[in-house]
């Protein structure tokens, strides 16, 4: 149905688009038009039934007119406490190519916000210059496309959207997959929005303040000890200014962590890597085990030793990129071993509950 409902959009739009351009009639109605009715109303309602997303977390909202009809259709879901338009701040977006011979699911940015700060020139080269820092702390990016998408726009709002893409996946109508892919390809782009609103907070100009994972890893190395008092650890905000909170990871705890676990992969101590020229050990990661863009679900700070797993870079990896079989049976291990002392950090979660922070699910989206 949600693949049927596109390829309608893709047939009418065009013919629509003229006639709402040569229609005499004053004032003229956008909304008398099929492909308005599909885009806007039908596509997005459809969405919200088949992924169950959330209608208090995410509005899913279509769109063919800004005044006249779009050059550039699209259908975006917006996390709210981010942005509510296309305009400012980072979304999810499926964006027609002005041709409508496809359209792309996009992890996008809203243009104006560029191009109100900087103005066009600059705007466009700091849009992309956040588009790649974007792709730089993104774990779980994989194989989706991280050039500029081709909109065949001509307008400057269009070639915003072309300038703005993080990653993207394109479809063509001419052979377009079943509801089953556009909906896990939905789930899997509602996780990398998660996983950048934990790593950037709510401000995407304001990016330049996280650190990419393998910078962070590198800069663990140079740590020092950091002896946490017993009990539950206030959580910290860092804000880079007042529209935007994220929550940075301590690269001391992190280095106490690895150091308490002699420098070994905590998944197979057997595990070799290379001896690291800061710490004179063996080179090895950590990771968070309730990662950190779900700080905002517990009282406590999750930044703590109890919380990060020594890894050697594969295991770490894996708990990110492997298959699902893999990726739960590490979080049912390493569960099993911190729940204890998560407990009496006053960290409370329980093992289906981290589950679903690492599947996106219907339950989690």
Not at 314 to 319: G, I, L
Request: overall charge neutral.
């Amino acid at each position: 149905m949600i693949r049927d409902l596109f390829i309608e959009a893709s047939q009418n739009f065009l013919a629509d688009k003229a006639k709402y351009e040569t229609d005499v009639a004053r004032p003229r109605v956008v909304s008398k038009y099929r492909s308005y009715e599909v885009i806007v109303n039908e596509l997005p309602n459809i969405i919200y039934d088949e992924t169950k997303i959330s209608k208090s977390k995410y509005l899913i909202q279509g769109s063919i007119s800004t005044g006249n009809v779009a050059e550039v259709p699209w259908i975006c879901l917006f996390d709210r406490e981010i942005t509510e338009t296309a305009q400012n701040g980072f979304y999810l977006g499926y964006l027609f190519q002005a041709n409508m011979k496809g359209f792309y699911l996009t992890l996008n940015q809203g243009w104006t916000q560029y191009e109100t700060e900087y103005g066009v020139s600059e705007g466009k080269i700091k849009i992309k210059s956040n588009a790649f820092q974007c792709q730089k702390l993104l774990r779980s990016i994989g194989g989706y496309n991280k050039n500029e998408i081709k909109l065949l726009a001509k307008s400057k709002l269009g070639k915003g959207y072309e300038a703005g893409n993080i990653c993207s996946k394109y479809y063509s109508f001419d052979s377009l997959c079943d509801d089953s892919e556009l909906i896990d390809d939905l789930r899997n782009f509602i996780g990398l929005y998660r996983e950048l609103k934990g790593l950037v907070g709510t401000n995407i100009l304001g990016i330049q303040h996280a650190v990419s994972e393998e910078e962070f890893q590198e800069e663990i190395q140079k740590g020092k000890l950091k002896i946490l008092p017993p009990g539950k650890v206030e959580k910290k905000t860092t804000k880079s200014n007042s529209s935007s909170s994220s929550y940075p990871r301590d690269r001391d705890v992190s280095f106490t962590a690895i150091h308490a676990a002699n420098f070994k992969c905590e998944n197979d101590t057997s595990h070799q890597t290379f001896t690291s020229a800061k710490t004179g050990y063996q080179f090895v990661e950590a990771h968070h085990l309730i990662p950190m863009e779900f700080q905002d679900e517990h009282d406590a700070s999750i930044d703590v030793p109890e919380n990060i797993i020594s890894l050697c870079p594969n295991c770490h990896r894996a708990f990110h990129n492997s298959i699902d079989k893999t990726k739960i049976e590490l979080v049912k291990k390493f569960f099993s071993a911190r729940k204890k002392a998560l407990i009496e950090r006053e960290i409370n979660i329980d093992e289906n509950k981290l589950l679903v922070n690492y599947k996106t699910t219907p339950n989690n989206v």
